[in-house]
């Protein structure tokens, strides 16, 4: 089992950064994808960003591509999403999400622990 909980939402004016952290309780965490996905309002869930187990390998949603960047702390078992030059559009709920998979991470059906969330707003 996996316990997931996200912090570092809030309110940020247009063009600001902000970074939020997932804290994963278990011994394994270091054997787990961790992605962020995350859902507006009216909105379907969508995929962010992801960083897998072996090689550490990352992907980005073309929307976030260059502005967000993820990462993580394996001694701390801790992923981070430092998100930059954001936009209203970007207002949503952020989850964090682990999987044992390293295929189709970018797919929230494979992952199988998240996060309560955490809200985002972006105000213009």
Known sequence: QV??????????QAGGS?????AASGRTFSSYT????RQAPGKER?????????????????SVKGRFTISRDN??????LQMSS?????T???????????WGVRDA???NYWGQGTQVTVSS
């Open 3 to 12: 316990q997931l909980v996200e912090s570092g939402g809030g309110l940020v």
């Open 109 to 111: 059906r494979v992952y």
């Open 75 to 80: 001694a701390k078992n801790t992923v981070y």
């Open 92 to 102: 949503a709920v952020y989850y964090c999400a682990a999987t044992s998979s390293q």
């Open 86 to 90: 954001l936009k209203p559009e970007d």
């Open 18 to 22: 902000l970074t939020l952290s997932c």
């Open 34 to 37: 961790m992605g962020w996905f």
């Open 46 to 62: 969508e995929f962010v960003a992801a960083h897998t187990w072996i090689g550490g390998t990352t992907y980005y949603a073309d």
